[in-house]
């Protein structure tokens, strides 16, 4: 298998998609560290069940010398870092959560948590992965991004605004850094959990979706993307990769 023995660092992995993502990685021989800011003892427990290997590291990503320590804990354990998942965020649409105010009522601490999570985090966990990585010449960084591109009937609804402000940052911040990283060997892509390369609806996908086990393997094909994919928005088409959604620069 090719990511036996891979070294595969998740924010947010908690549970929803990180913990089926730690789960689905510890399955195929990975050693997986999990980092939060939720207790972590469930995804734990799973993963033992499985024989697989996983270390907790609680972290609040929006604190960079908490961010800074995970890698370091991480790189001392295991020797090494190969994949890192930034999954960590604020969510706001599945149906279960309260809709969040309109931009009218919201607070300014309220705006400030959901960027610091979703945009900083990612921001904050990538700057302090790349000297590891760059050290060992190679890795991949899956962002959780989202391409902006909706249908007239699946425009966001009213207080969905400052998640997908955050998510659409977290698609452009991935395609503008990945260049930097290409002389190391370090593919780092942007990609939703559900679309297709022709449908990228997340509104509608996590509302349909009865379980995180409908992701399926997209992270896993992810974890494994050739570098001709990096900077780009992925999918997954016929249980392979394509550039899915369109890149910032060509939606103007």
């Not at 991480?74 to 105010?101: C, E, K, M, Q, S």
């Amino acid at each position: 298998m090719a990511l036996q023995g891979k070294v595969v660092i998740i924010t947010g992995g908690a549970m929803g998609i990180g913990r089926y993502n730690a789960r689905l990685f510890a399955a195929q021989g990975a050693r997986v560290a999990v980092a939060d800011v939720a207790p972590m003892d469930t995804v734990a427990g799973e993963v033992a069940q499985l024989g697989g290997e996983l270390m907790t590291v609680p972290t609040d990503v929006r604190d960079e010398e908490q961010v800074r320590e995970l890698m370091s804990q991480v790189n001392d354990r295991y020797g090494r870092i190969d994949v890192l998942i930034n999954g960590a965020a604020i969510v706001t649409h599945f149906g279960w959560n309260p809709r969040w105010p309109t931009v009218k009522d919201m607070t300014l601490d309220f705006f400030d948590k959901v960027m610091r999570t979703n945009l900083y985090g990612t921001f904050l966990c990538t700057k302090h992965v790349l000297p590891y990585m760059q050290a060992q010449r190679s890795g991949h960084i899956i962002n959780f991004g989202q391409a902006r591109v909706f249908g007239a009937e699946n425009r966001p609804e009213a207080g969905a605004a400052i998640y997908h402000v955050t998510k659409v940052g977290v698609e452009v911040f991935t395609e503008e850094v990945a260049p930097e990283l290409r002389e190391f060997n370090i593919c780092m892509v942007s990609m939703s959990p559900g679309a297709t390369a022709t449908e990228e609806a997340p509104l509608e996908v996590r509302t349909r979706m009865r379980g995180v086990e409908a992701i399926g393997d997209r992270y896993l094909l992810a974890a494994e993307a050739p570098m001709e994919l990096s900077g780009h928005h992925i999918a997954v088409e016929e249980g392979r990769l394509v550039i899915g959604g369109g890149t910032a620069s060509q939606r103007g």
